[in-house]
């Protein structure tokens, strides 16, 4: 059985940072391009970041240059960490997995096989 366990959410001020990691199990990360997307009170889920299984990584507008994706296959984890945080970026985070492998199939809501949770990001102004 798939299991995604996100974790690292929180409270935080605005300008601070977070670190949210995404913890599989039941599948070899390796195999599979994994991602973050997220979702704010009645919005939309929408697409954050992704990392293929070779490395390459893709982001949303709305982040890039703030946020960074990165994986540990030896670990078994994937982690966002999330820098210059904005009232705006307030929602809860999913970590996701697609066997499609590459980040620009990650990037889209349809390709993903694998959902965790989610983890609860608040950003105070």
């Known amino acids: 059985q798939v299991q995604l366990v996100e974790s690292g959410g929180g409270l935080v001020q605005a300008g601070g940072s977070l670190r949210l990691s995404c913890a599989a199990s039941g599948l070899t990360l390796s195999r599979y391009a994994m991602g973050w997307f997220r979702q704010a009170p009645g919005k939309e889920r929408e697409f954050v970041a992704a990392?293929?299984?070779?490395?390459?990584?893709l982001y949303a507008d709305s982040v890039q240059d703030r946020f960074t994706i990165s994986r540990d296959n030896a670990k078994n984890t994937v982690y966002l960490h999330v820098n210059s945080l904005k009232p705006e970026d307030t929602a809860v985070y999913y970590c996701?997995?697609?066997?499609?492998?590459?980040?620009?199939?990650?990037?889209?809501?349809?390709?993903?096989?694998?959902w965790g949770q989610g983890t609860q990001v608040t950003v105070s102004s």
């Open positions: 990392i293929s299984g070779s490395g390459s990584t």
């Open positions: 996701a997995a697609s066997d499609f492998r590459t980040a620009q199939a990650m990037g889209r809501i349809a390709n993903v096989k694998y």
